[in-house]
């Protein structure tokens, strides 16, 4: 079987990681050094993923910020101090309690065991940055079981990445991009909230199962 066949799956996967990246602290040098921006810009138009502009505001917002101005948003987006308007972590969109380390973290942590990952980062698991993260090394997985005709592999990793993304990101993330969308003070955050509502409309349509919306 071609490695040609995998290439939309290692494509996925790089551009999993690359959002995955964006929600850690900011480190603006880096993202400049790597093309993080344009990288992700490029794999949008690979996958037909119309978020190219957004990307590009991403970019944007990168040059336009120093590394100070980004840390400050990103606390008064993710971190408070009285309280983060945009939320990073799935329990607290999905518990009934909006607490941390609810039922949901558990089973998100069940299942990066099902898949044989180990978490290394110190936190809960379901932080959006860990969870595009065991997307982006489900895509990983299937792409080598595919260039190498695995199809129990691909079967085994098939089924848990749906699993995974129709239970627990794809039901709480768009809320999260539209938070911050609303409260982002800077232009990368803004983009980064675009980015990250369409990759996940587009990953909604692709498998073919739409989220089902957590409470109001």
Request: charged share 20%.
């Amino acid at each position: 079987m071609s490695t040609d066949l995998a290439r939309p799956d290692l494509a996925r996967s790089d551009a999993y990681r690359l959002l995955a990246a964006c929600f850690y602290e900011p480190d603006r040098e880096m993202f400049l050094e790597e093309n993080l921006c344009v990288n992700l810009a490029g794999l949008m138009v690979e996958l037909s993923v119309p978020m190219e502009e957004s990307c590009h505001r991403l970019g944007q917002g990168l040059q336009e910020n120093s590394r100070e101005e980004l840390l400050v948003d990103y606390a008064a987006l993710f971190l408070g101090p009285f309280g983060a308007p945009a939320q990073p972590y799935g329990s607290v969109h999905l518990e009934e309690e909006r607490q941390l380390m609810g039922d949901s973290t558990m089973k998100v942590q069940k299942i990066y065991g099902e898949a044989g990952v180990k978490q290394e980062t110190d936190g809960p698991p379901d932080h959006i940055a860990i969870e595009l993260e065991f997307m982006s090394f489900l895509g990983q997985r299937l792409a080598q079981a595919t260039a190498t005709a695995d199809e129990t592999a691909v079967t085994e990793f098939s089924a848990i990445q749906t699993r995974f993304f129709n239970g627990f990101l794809a039901p709480w993330a768009p809320l999260l991009g539209r938070a911050i969308q609303e409260h982002a003070q800077l232009t990368f955050y803004r983009a980064l909230g675009e980015c990250l509502l369409g990759f996940i409309g587009a990953e909604q349509q692709r498998l073919q199962k739409p989220a089902v919306s957590p409470r109001p």
